[in-house]
Nanobody
Framework: QVQLVESGGGVVEAGGSLRLTCAAS????????MGWFRQAPGKEREIVAS????????YYADSVKGRFTISRNIALTTVYLQLNDLKPEDTAVYYC????????????WGQGTQVTVSS
């Protein structure tokens, strides 16, 4: 199995920045992609950003494009999400996801880390 440990969440003022980290361990061979999703209270979970392990192709939700940046450290099987110019609507639990060649879809999820943006 794969374990995902997320960190970096917290409470920030609007316009502030935060950096989330997701470190994978366990059976992490053959990573296809890692990504970040978020879920606000009473709302559906939505994709925020993802990055393919080979080549580093990135995807961003329109709502965060230009403000958030996803990156990876291949050697550490770790993905980061830099959140800049945070807005109150970014408040949510942010979940890390990993997809590997050995894990059935949808792969594994982290426990989530809370991001709260105050106005």
């Amino acid at each position: 199995q794969v374990q995902l440990v997320e960190s970096g969440g917290g409470v920030v003022e609007a316009g502030g920045s935060l950096r989330l980290t997701c470190a994978a361990s366990g059976h992490t061979a053959g990573v296809n992609a890692m990504g970040w999703f978020r879920q606000a209270p009473g709302k559906e979970r939505e994709i925020v950003a993802s990055i393919r392990w080979s080549g580093g192709s990135q995807y961003y939700a329109d709502s965060v494009k230009g403000r958030f940046t996803i990156s990876r450290n291949i050697a550490l099987t770790t993905v980061y999400l830099q959140l800049n110019d945070l807005k109150p609507e970014d408040t949510a639990v942010y979940y890390c996801n990993i997809r590997t060649r050995w894990a059935p879809d949808p792969g594994y999820w982290g426990q989530g880390t809370q991001v709260t943006v105050s106005s």
